[in-house]
C-alpha cells in the first residue's frame, strides 16, 4: 500500500514491491494524481496493480507500506497484521512501536526497489522500467533537486540499460494544460494589474 494522491514516487514503489516480494498485491489507492492516473489508465494492462474493489477476499496477514507512514486500514486487515514501512522520509515520532520501520535515505524510495532487483539481475519490461524511472526522476527533479543522491542516479542508469523510455516519462513528468486550465491561465494573464 501507499498513500493517497499517489505521485509516481508512490506508485513505482508499489510496483517494485511488488516485483520483490513476489507473492505480494500492489494495492493503488483511490486517489492518484492526475498524470500518474493517466500513465496507469493508458498502460494498465502491463501492471500487476489491484484495486480495493477487485482485491481477492482474503485475510491480510502483512502489509508493506511504501512512501507513506499512513495506513489506510483496507478489508481484510486484522488486528494483527503485520505492518513493515519502507520509507525515505524520516521517521515520524508516532509511528506505532509494534510496525517495522526501514529508512531508505535516497531522493527517491523508488531507489530502494530499483537497487534490490539490481542484485537478483532480473530483467525488466520497458514500462515498468519507464515506471521506476519517472518515481525517481519526480521525486529527485530529473536528478537535480538537493536531496538526489548518487544511489539515485545510479538506478537510473541501469533502469535506462533496462529499456526505460525517456520520452514516455517525460510526456507524463510535464504534461501540457487542459483546456479549462489554459482558459484560466489565460483570463489571469488578460486581468493582470500591477500595483505599486
Known sequence: ???????????ASLLGASIIQSNSIPVLPMNMNRNVKAFIHLYSSEFPFY???NLPQKPIETVTLVDTQSLVTIKGMKKDSQIFVIDHHQKRQDIPSSWNFFYVPTGACTTYFVEQFQEINGHLPMLHATLLLTGI???????????TTSRDVMAVA???NQGASLRIATNFLNPPLSLQQRE?????????????
Open 51 to 53: 484495486t480495493l474493489e
Open 137 to 147: 526522476y519526480e521525486d529527485t527533479g530529473s536528478l537535480t533537486y538537493s536531496n
Open 158 to 160: 541501469y533502469l535506462l
Open 1 to 11: 500500500l501507499t498513500h493517497e494522491q499517489a505521485d509516481f514516487d508512490a506508485v
Open 184 to 196: 484560466v491561465f489565460d483570463k489571469l494573464v488578460d486581468h493582470i494589474e500591477t500595483i505599486t
